[in-house]
Protein backbone atom coordinates (compact mmCIF):
# COMPACT_ATOMS: atom_id res chain seq x y z
CA UNK A 1 0.00 0.00 0.00
CA UNK A 2 3.19 2.36 0.67
CA UNK A 3 4.20 2.47 -2.70
CA UNK A 4 1.27 3.75 -3.92
CA UNK A 5 1.04 6.76 -1.50
CA UNK A 6 3.88 8.70 -2.77
CA UNK A 7 1.63 11.11 -5.35
CA UNK A 8 -0.47 12.48 -2.39
CA UNK A 9 2.57 14.50 -0.78
CA UNK A 10 6.34 12.95 -2.22
CA UNK A 11 5.55 13.38 -5.80
CA UNK A 12 2.73 15.47 -5.75
CA UNK A 13 1.35 15.90 -9.25
CA UNK A 14 1.39 19.49 -9.08
CA UNK A 15 3.60 20.60 -6.69
CA UNK A 16 6.58 18.55 -7.24
CA UNK A 17 6.07 17.65 -11.10
CA UNK A 18 4.50 20.77 -11.93
CA UNK A 19 1.99 18.76 -14.21
CA UNK A 20 -1.65 19.10 -14.96
CA UNK A 21 -1.15 23.26 -13.79
CA UNK A 22 -3.54 24.40 -15.68
CA UNK A 23 -6.91 23.59 -14.98
CA UNK A 24 -6.08 23.05 -11.50
CA UNK A 25 -5.98 27.08 -10.87
CA UNK A 26 -9.06 27.88 -13.03
CA UNK A 27 -11.66 25.59 -11.20
CA UNK A 28 -10.60 26.72 -7.76
CA UNK A 29 -12.68 30.40 -7.09
CA UNK A 30 -15.04 27.75 -4.89
CA UNK A 31 -14.94 24.60 -3.05
CA UNK A 32 -17.58 22.60 -5.10
CA UNK A 33 -16.41 22.80 -8.39
CA UNK A 34 -12.99 21.89 -7.45
CA UNK A 35 -14.29 18.90 -5.81
CA UNK A 36 -16.20 17.92 -8.90
CA UNK A 37 -13.06 18.51 -10.98
CA UNK A 38 -10.69 16.50 -8.71
CA UNK A 39 -13.12 13.79 -8.86
CA UNK A 40 -13.58 13.89 -12.88
CA UNK A 41 -9.66 13.68 -13.09
CA UNK A 42 -9.23 10.76 -10.48
CA UNK A 43 -11.69 8.90 -12.74
CA UNK A 44 -10.55 9.83 -15.74
CA UNK A 45 -6.81 8.60 -14.94
CA UNK A 46 -7.55 6.05 -13.15
CA UNK A 47 -9.49 3.65 -15.53
CA UNK A 48 -7.41 5.31 -18.94
CA UNK A 49 -4.38 4.02 -16.72
CA UNK A 50 -6.62 1.00 -16.51
CA UNK A 51 -7.35 0.32 -20.04
CA UNK A 52 -3.85 1.27 -21.13
CA UNK A 53 -2.34 -1.21 -19.08
CA UNK A 54 -4.56 -3.82 -20.26
CA UNK A 55 -3.52 -3.11 -23.72
CA UNK A 56 -0.15 -2.55 -23.28
CA UNK A 57 1.02 -5.07 -25.30
CA UNK A 58 -0.65 -4.42 -28.68
CA UNK A 59 -0.69 -0.88 -29.02
CA UNK A 60 2.10 -0.35 -32.00
CA UNK A 61 4.50 2.31 -29.99
CA UNK A 62 4.59 4.46 -32.69
CA UNK A 63 1.12 5.32 -32.84
CA UNK A 64 0.45 5.48 -29.09
CA UNK A 65 -0.13 8.72 -28.31
CA UNK A 66 -2.69 9.00 -30.47
CA UNK A 67 -4.23 5.73 -29.24
CA UNK A 68 -3.60 6.87 -25.55
CA UNK A 69 -5.44 10.25 -26.34
CA UNK A 70 -8.42 8.58 -28.26
CA UNK A 71 -8.58 6.65 -24.85
CA UNK A 72 -8.21 9.52 -22.37
CA UNK A 73 -11.07 11.98 -24.45
CA UNK A 74 -13.49 8.62 -24.56
CA UNK A 75 -13.65 8.75 -20.39
CA UNK A 76 -13.77 12.53 -20.69
CA UNK A 77 -16.81 12.63 -23.23
CA UNK A 78 -18.73 10.16 -20.89
CA UNK A 79 -17.79 12.29 -17.64
CA UNK A 80 -18.82 15.34 -19.71
CA UNK A 81 -22.18 13.40 -20.33
CA UNK A 82 -22.75 12.40 -17.22
CA UNK A 83 -21.93 15.92 -15.14
CA UNK A 84 -24.12 17.62 -17.70
CA UNK A 85 -27.27 15.32 -16.72
CA UNK A 86 -26.92 15.06 -13.31
CA UNK A 87 -24.77 18.48 -12.63
CA UNK A 88 -25.78 20.63 -14.68
CA UNK A 89 -24.96 23.85 -12.98
CA UNK A 90 -21.59 23.19 -12.05
CA UNK A 91 -20.88 21.35 -15.66
CA UNK A 92 -21.83 25.16 -16.85
CA UNK A 93 -19.29 26.77 -14.10
CA UNK A 94 -16.49 24.24 -15.52
CA UNK A 95 -17.66 25.28 -19.27
CA UNK A 96 -14.24 24.17 -21.10
CA UNK A 97 -12.35 22.56 -18.53
CA UNK A 98 -13.66 19.29 -18.17
CA UNK A 99 -12.79 19.19 -22.02
CA UNK A 100 -9.43 19.96 -21.08
CA UNK A 101 -9.30 17.27 -18.81
CA UNK A 102 -8.39 15.23 -22.29
CA UNK A 103 -4.75 17.30 -22.48
CA UNK A 104 -4.50 17.33 -18.83
CA UNK A 105 -0.42 16.75 -18.32
CA UNK A 106 -1.30 14.13 -15.56
CA UNK A 107 -3.34 11.86 -17.18
CA UNK A 108 -0.74 11.49 -20.55
CA UNK A 109 2.08 12.03 -18.23
CA UNK A 110 1.03 8.56 -16.11
CA UNK A 111 -0.01 7.02 -19.11
CA UNK A 112 3.76 7.23 -20.49
CA UNK A 113 5.11 6.61 -17.36
CA UNK A 114 3.48 4.23 -15.66
CA UNK A 115 0.56 2.39 -17.33
CA UNK A 116 2.65 1.13 -20.23
CA UNK A 117 4.86 -0.90 -18.43
CA UNK A 118 2.47 -2.13 -15.44
CA UNK A 119 0.19 -4.73 -14.89
CA UNK A 120 -3.23 -3.43 -14.18
CA UNK A 121 -4.12 -3.17 -11.38
CA UNK A 122 -1.01 -1.55 -10.06
CA UNK A 123 -2.13 0.77 -12.88
CA UNK A 124 -5.18 1.30 -11.48
CA UNK A 125 -3.90 2.17 -8.27
CA UNK A 126 -1.49 4.76 -9.40
CA UNK A 127 -4.67 6.28 -11.63
CA UNK A 128 -6.69 7.01 -8.69
CA UNK A 129 -3.57 8.31 -6.76
CA UNK A 130 -2.27 10.78 -8.59
CA UNK A 131 -5.91 11.70 -9.26
CA UNK A 132 -6.34 12.36 -5.04
CA UNK A 133 -2.70 14.35 -4.69
CA UNK A 134 -4.53 16.93 -7.40
CA UNK A 135 -7.60 16.71 -5.78
CA UNK A 136 -5.61 17.42 -2.79
CA UNK A 137 -3.69 20.39 -3.81
CA UNK A 138 -7.05 21.81 -5.75
CA UNK A 139 -9.30 21.57 -2.52
CA UNK A 140 -6.71 23.15 -0.33
CA UNK A 141 -6.71 26.30 -2.96
CA UNK A 142 -10.51 26.07 -3.33
CA UNK A 143 -10.57 26.56 0.54
CA UNK A 144 -8.57 29.17 1.18
CA UNK A 145 -10.20 30.68 -1.66
CA UNK A 146 -13.75 30.81 -1.35
CA UNK A 147 -13.21 31.22 2.43
CA UNK A 148 -11.35 35.09 2.18
CA UNK A 149 -12.80 35.66 -1.44
CA UNK A 150 -16.49 35.21 -0.63
CA UNK A 151 -16.60 34.49 3.30
CA UNK A 152 -18.32 30.82 2.27
CA UNK A 153 -17.28 27.32 1.96
CA UNK A 154 -19.18 25.06 -0.28
CA UNK A 155 -21.80 27.59 -0.97
CA UNK A 156 -22.75 28.23 2.87
CA UNK A 157 -21.94 31.87 4.76
CA UNK A 158 -18.82 30.93 7.35
CA UNK A 159 -17.77 33.90 8.17
CA UNK A 160 -21.02 35.51 11.00
CA UNK A 161 -22.89 38.22 9.62
CA UNK A 162 -21.45 40.38 13.06
CA UNK A 163 -18.11 40.69 11.75
CA UNK A 164 -19.22 42.05 8.33
CA UNK A 165 -20.83 44.55 10.76
CA UNK A 166 -17.88 45.84 12.51
CA UNK A 167 -16.38 46.31 9.39
CA UNK A 168 -14.63 42.89 8.01
CA UNK A 169 -14.66 42.94 3.93
CA UNK A 170 -14.27 40.07 2.01
CA UNK A 171 -10.77 40.09 0.06
CA UNK A 172 -12.03 40.46 -3.84
CA UNK A 173 -8.10 39.33 -4.76
CA UNK A 174 -9.04 36.08 -3.62
CA UNK A 175 -11.61 35.55 -6.73
CA UNK A 176 -9.43 36.94 -9.12
CA UNK A 177 -7.25 34.02 -11.16
CA UNK A 178 -3.60 35.26 -10.40
CA UNK A 179 -4.26 34.66 -6.39
CA UNK A 180 -4.48 30.94 -7.27
CA UNK A 181 -1.25 30.98 -8.51
CA UNK A 182 0.04 32.81 -5.80
CA UNK A 183 -1.29 30.27 -3.39
CA UNK A 184 0.29 27.50 -4.90
CA UNK A 185 3.72 29.32 -5.10
CA UNK A 186 2.99 29.66 -1.30
CA UNK A 187 2.32 26.28 -0.79
CA UNK A 188 5.69 25.08 -2.38
CA UNK A 189 7.54 27.10 -0.25
CA UNK A 190 5.78 25.82 2.81
CA UNK A 191 6.33 22.25 1.59
CA UNK A 192 10.22 23.33 0.65
CA UNK A 193 10.71 24.87 3.91
CA UNK A 194 9.41 21.59 5.78
CA UNK A 195 11.07 18.86 3.55
CA UNK A 196 14.33 20.71 2.22
CA UNK A 197 15.12 21.60 -0.95
CA UNK A 198 14.74 19.00 -3.90
CA UNK A 199 15.74 20.71 -7.32
CA UNK B 1 -13.91 44.44 -39.86
CA UNK B 2 -13.61 46.44 -36.26
CA UNK B 3 -14.81 43.35 -34.94
CA UNK B 4 -12.57 41.37 -35.93
CA UNK B 5 -9.73 43.59 -34.77
CA UNK B 6 -12.12 43.99 -31.64
CA UNK B 7 -11.38 40.18 -31.45
CA UNK B 8 -7.73 40.13 -31.85
CA UNK B 9 -6.96 42.83 -28.96
CA UNK B 10 -8.85 40.75 -26.69
CA UNK B 11 -7.44 37.56 -26.85
CA UNK B 12 -3.98 38.93 -26.90
CA UNK B 13 -4.41 41.04 -23.99
CA UNK B 14 -7.60 40.62 -22.08
CA UNK B 15 -8.38 36.98 -22.18
CA UNK B 16 -4.62 36.14 -22.09
CA UNK B 17 -4.20 32.41 -22.50
CA UNK B 18 -1.95 32.25 -19.72
CA UNK B 19 -2.66 34.75 -17.40
CA UNK B 20 -6.76 34.60 -17.10
CA UNK B 21 -7.20 30.97 -18.59
CA UNK B 22 -4.04 29.44 -17.30
CA UNK B 23 -4.22 27.03 -20.54
CA UNK B 24 -0.91 25.36 -21.29
CA UNK B 25 0.71 26.35 -17.86
CA UNK B 26 2.41 22.93 -17.83
CA UNK B 27 4.51 23.44 -20.89
CA UNK B 28 4.90 27.08 -20.20
CA UNK B 29 6.38 26.61 -16.77
CA UNK B 30 9.26 23.49 -18.08
CA UNK B 31 9.98 25.51 -20.76
CA UNK B 32 10.82 29.12 -19.88
CA UNK B 33 14.19 28.73 -18.47
CA UNK B 34 15.90 30.67 -21.67
CA UNK B 35 14.19 33.46 -24.03
CA UNK B 36 15.37 31.37 -27.06
CA UNK B 37 13.80 27.86 -26.46
CA UNK B 38 10.87 29.73 -24.76
CA UNK B 39 10.19 32.13 -27.95
CA UNK B 40 10.49 28.74 -30.20
CA UNK B 41 8.35 26.89 -28.55
CA UNK B 42 5.86 29.96 -28.27
CA UNK B 43 6.26 30.51 -32.10
CA UNK B 44 4.98 26.99 -32.82
CA UNK B 45 1.86 27.25 -30.40
CA UNK B 46 1.08 30.41 -32.58
CA UNK B 47 1.21 28.52 -35.88
CA UNK B 48 0.02 25.25 -34.68
CA UNK B 49 -3.12 27.40 -32.93
CA UNK B 50 -3.79 29.46 -36.17
CA UNK B 51 -3.81 26.24 -38.34
CA UNK B 52 -6.15 24.13 -35.83
CA UNK B 53 -8.58 26.53 -34.52
CA UNK B 54 -10.36 27.34 -37.48
CA UNK B 55 -10.14 23.88 -39.32
CA UNK B 56 -12.08 22.99 -36.25
CA UNK B 57 -14.44 25.67 -36.76
CA UNK B 58 -15.60 24.92 -40.27
CA UNK B 59 -16.00 20.95 -38.73
CA UNK B 60 -17.83 22.28 -36.31
CA UNK B 61 -20.02 24.98 -38.23
CA UNK B 62 -20.41 22.40 -40.76
CA UNK B 63 -20.93 19.03 -39.60
CA UNK B 64 -21.01 18.84 -35.23
CA UNK B 65 -23.06 21.72 -34.32
CA UNK B 66 -26.94 21.03 -34.01
CA UNK B 67 -28.65 21.04 -37.37
CA UNK B 68 -24.89 21.63 -39.16
CA UNK B 69 -25.97 18.81 -41.83
CA UNK B 70 -28.83 20.99 -43.56
CA UNK B 71 -26.90 20.80 -46.12
CA UNK B 72 -27.08 17.38 -46.80
CA UNK B 73 -30.56 18.02 -47.27
CA UNK B 74 -33.57 18.29 -44.99
CA UNK B 75 -33.66 14.50 -43.52
CA UNK B 76 -30.51 15.94 -41.89
CA UNK B 77 -31.31 18.49 -40.44
CA UNK B 78 -32.40 17.58 -37.31
CA UNK B 79 -28.82 15.58 -36.64
CA UNK B 80 -26.97 16.90 -33.81
CA UNK B 81 -23.64 15.51 -33.40
CA UNK B 82 -21.87 18.08 -30.78
CA UNK B 83 -21.11 15.16 -28.62
CA UNK B 84 -18.14 14.28 -30.66
CA UNK B 85 -16.87 17.56 -30.57
CA UNK B 86 -14.25 16.43 -28.29
CA UNK B 87 -12.57 13.30 -29.88
CA UNK B 88 -13.03 15.41 -33.53
CA UNK B 89 -11.33 18.21 -32.01
CA UNK B 90 -7.96 16.06 -30.48
CA UNK B 91 -7.99 13.84 -33.51
CA UNK B 92 -8.10 16.96 -35.68
CA UNK B 93 -5.52 18.55 -33.56
CA UNK B 94 -2.79 15.19 -33.07
CA UNK B 95 -3.01 14.85 -37.20
CA UNK B 96 -2.57 18.56 -37.85
CA UNK B 97 0.53 18.33 -35.66
CA UNK B 98 1.35 15.41 -36.93
CA UNK B 99 1.38 16.38 -40.63
CA UNK B 100 2.85 20.01 -39.63
CA UNK B 101 6.08 18.41 -38.32
CA UNK B 102 6.23 16.24 -42.42
CA UNK B 103 5.62 19.03 -44.20
CA UNK B 104 8.16 21.68 -42.38
CA UNK B 105 10.73 19.23 -42.12
CA UNK B 106 10.09 18.45 -45.87
CA UNK B 107 9.82 22.36 -47.36
CA UNK B 108 11.61 24.57 -44.02
CA UNK B 109 14.38 22.95 -42.55
CA UNK B 110 15.53 26.08 -40.70
CA UNK B 111 11.89 26.49 -39.22
CA UNK B 112 11.86 22.74 -38.46
CA UNK B 113 15.41 22.91 -36.22
CA UNK B 114 14.26 25.62 -34.65
CA UNK B 115 10.83 24.38 -33.60
CA UNK B 116 11.46 20.83 -34.27
CA UNK B 117 11.38 19.51 -30.67
CA UNK B 118 8.36 21.42 -29.85
CA UNK B 119 6.39 20.07 -32.53
CA UNK B 120 4.81 16.83 -31.04
CA UNK B 121 4.92 18.16 -27.71
CA UNK B 122 2.52 20.74 -29.25
CA UNK B 123 -0.30 18.02 -29.45
CA UNK B 124 -0.78 17.75 -25.81
CA UNK B 125 -0.50 21.47 -24.88
CA UNK B 126 -3.65 22.85 -23.41
CA UNK B 127 -3.73 26.02 -25.38
CA UNK B 128 -4.64 24.44 -28.71
CA UNK B 129 -7.65 22.16 -27.56
CA UNK B 130 -8.52 25.20 -25.17
CA UNK B 131 -8.60 27.19 -28.29
CA UNK B 132 -10.65 25.08 -30.04
CA UNK B 133 -13.48 24.65 -27.11
CA UNK B 134 -13.29 28.33 -26.18
CA UNK B 135 -13.85 29.16 -30.51
CA UNK B 136 -16.79 26.29 -29.97
CA UNK B 137 -18.23 28.16 -26.76
CA UNK B 138 -17.78 31.70 -28.04
CA UNK B 139 -19.98 31.09 -31.18
CA UNK B 140 -17.92 33.34 -34.01
CA UNK B 141 -19.61 34.31 -37.08
CA UNK B 142 -17.57 33.74 -39.79
CA UNK B 143 -13.79 31.82 -40.30
CA UNK B 144 -12.12 34.94 -40.16
CA UNK B 145 -13.37 35.45 -36.84
CA UNK B 146 -11.87 32.69 -35.39
CA UNK B 147 -8.81 33.15 -37.32
CA UNK B 148 -8.29 36.73 -35.34
CA UNK B 149 -9.14 34.68 -32.52
CA UNK B 150 -6.24 31.75 -32.98
CA UNK B 151 -3.99 34.30 -33.83
CA UNK B 152 -4.75 36.95 -31.08
CA UNK B 153 -4.44 34.15 -28.21
CA UNK B 154 -1.28 32.65 -29.72
CA UNK B 155 0.33 35.90 -29.54
CA UNK B 156 -0.85 36.18 -26.41
CA UNK B 157 0.75 33.28 -25.27
CA UNK B 158 4.02 33.83 -27.21
CA UNK B 159 4.08 37.05 -25.46
CA UNK B 160 3.28 35.59 -21.89
CA UNK B 161 6.18 32.80 -22.30
CA UNK B 162 8.86 35.11 -23.64
CA UNK B 163 8.18 37.67 -21.26
CA UNK B 164 8.60 34.91 -18.15
CA UNK B 165 11.64 33.59 -19.71
CA UNK B 166 13.46 37.25 -19.62
CA UNK B 167 12.38 37.25 -15.94
CA UNK B 168 13.75 34.01 -15.14
CA UNK B 169 16.75 34.49 -16.87
CA UNK B 170 17.37 37.74 -14.70
CA UNK B 171 15.99 35.89 -11.62
CA UNK B 172 18.84 33.37 -11.51
CA UNK B 173 21.13 36.74 -10.01
CA UNK B 174 18.50 37.55 -7.62
CA UNK B 175 18.48 36.20 -3.80
CA UNK B 176 15.43 33.78 -3.11
CA UNK B 177 14.67 32.35 0.14
CA UNK B 178 15.86 28.54 -1.09
CA UNK B 179 12.83 26.37 -0.62
CA UNK B 180 11.15 28.87 -2.80
CA UNK B 181 13.60 28.77 -5.54
CA UNK B 182 12.37 26.69 -9.02
CA UNK B 183 8.96 26.54 -9.09
CA UNK B 184 7.56 28.32 -6.13
CA UNK B 185 8.81 31.62 -7.49
CA UNK B 186 7.95 31.21 -10.89
CA UNK B 187 4.12 30.75 -10.15
CA UNK B 188 4.38 33.84 -7.74
CA UNK B 189 5.86 35.90 -10.38
CA UNK B 190 3.01 34.00 -13.02
CA UNK B 191 0.51 35.59 -10.49
CA UNK B 192 1.89 39.09 -10.43
CA UNK B 193 2.10 39.14 -14.21
CA UNK B 194 -1.75 38.29 -14.59
CA UNK B 195 -2.32 41.13 -12.01
CA UNK B 196 -0.24 43.10 -14.54
CA UNK B 197 -2.18 41.95 -17.25
CA UNK B 198 -5.54 43.03 -15.81
CA UNK B 199 -4.63 46.72 -16.08
CA UNK B 200 -5.65 46.00 -19.58
CA UNK B 201 -9.83 45.26 -18.50
CA UNK B 202 -10.53 48.75 -18.99
CA UNK B 203 -9.58 48.96 -23.48
Redo the contacts between chains.
Sequence with gaps: MKKYLGPLSKDNPILVQTLGVCSALAVTAQLKPAVVMALSVTVVCAFSNLIISLIRNTIPPRIRIIVQLLIVSFWVVLVDLFLQAYFYDISKLLSVFVGLIITNCIIMGRLEAFALSHKPWPSLMDGVMNGLGYGLVLVIVAFFRELLGSGTLWNYQVIPKALYQIGYLNNGLMILPPMALILVGIMIWIRGERKGVKE | MSDIFNIFIRSVFIDNMV????????SY??VSKNVKTASGLGMAVCFVLAITVPVNYLINKYLLQPGALAWLGDRFAQVDLS?L???IF??VI?GMVQLLEMVIERYMPALYMALGIFL?LI????A???GS??MQ?KNFPTVAHSFAYAIGSGLGWLLAITAMAAIRERLKYSNI????????????I??????GF?AFLGI
Design positions: FAYFLGMCLAFGLIIAAPAVNCILGLFEPEPLRGNGIAYITGLMGMM
